[in-house]
């Protein structure tokens, strides 16, 4: 879409002070008139909406009520409509079930300073099958998991962002140790396809 170019704005010409003063009067008089505008436009926008939240408030009901009833059905007949996919895409929407964002969380009553002592300190080392720690070339033990990497120094501090990157990955006697536990909650959704709200917004308009 072409920029719109800036309308150039040519100066009226004053040739003496009353025809100044004259302008002055127009410009506040112009001034006031959109502060007028302003005003009136707010209380016809409250009108109207004022008038259509009963329509709204309908709507929000149907939306509640017709909601709870897919997810129930969906959650009852998960194993069989989703097919072991986490969403069903339909003509209007995609209906199905997301993760939330991962979030850290403290267990007990350790401070964050206190867990991230715990984590600077908590080394796990290799062992086989048996329970023996590996050795590498060097004849050391060789470690699986450094707490150090999920502490941030000066103050030390736990990073929370590595820890919820790499969940997955780190042990779950580690999150025992230090007493932390990754939260994930999964919702559900009715998600209007792109093009079906586009239309909508068009067709409004």
């Known amino acids: 879409m072409p920029r719109k170019e800036k309308q150039k704005i040519e100066p009226v010409f004053v040739s003496s002070r009353e025809a100044m003063i004259s302008h002055v009067n127009d410009v506040v008089t112009a001034k006031l008139r959109i502060v007028e505008i302003k005003a009136q436009l707010e209380q016809e926008i409250a009108a109207l909406q ?3 939240q009963g ?4 709507l929000c009901r149907v939306i509640a009520t017709k909601e709870a009833g897919v997810q129930l059905f969906c959650t009852q007949h998960r194993k069989t409509e989703f097919d072991k996919k986490k969403s069903i895409d339909l003509t209007l929407a995609v209906v199905g079930f997301e993760d939330t964002p991962a979030s850290l969380e ?8 206190e867990i991230a002592e715990r ?7 290799e062992v086989d099958a048996n329970g023996v720690q590996v050795l590498g070339p060097d004849k050391k033990p060789i470690v699986s998991f450094d707490g150090d990497d999920y502490v941030n120094y000066g103050t030390p ?3 929370k962002v590595a820890v919820k990157r790499d969940a997955e990955m780190i ?4 999150f025992k140790a230090v007493g932390i536990r990754i939260e994930k909650d999964e919702i ?3 998600r209007p396809k792109s093009d079906v ?3 909508t917004v068009k067709a409004a308009a």
């Open 188 to 190: 559900f959704y009715i």
């Open 119 to 125: 984590m600077a300190g908590l080394i796990l080392h």
């Open 55 to 58: 329509e709204i408030d309908t």
């Open 171 to 174: 042990p779950a006697e580690v």
């Open 197 to 199: 709200a586009e239309a």
């Open 50 to 52: 004022k008038q259509r």
């Open 106 to 113: 403290k267990v007990g009553k350790a401070t964050w300073e």
């Open 157 to 159: 501090t736990l990073d």
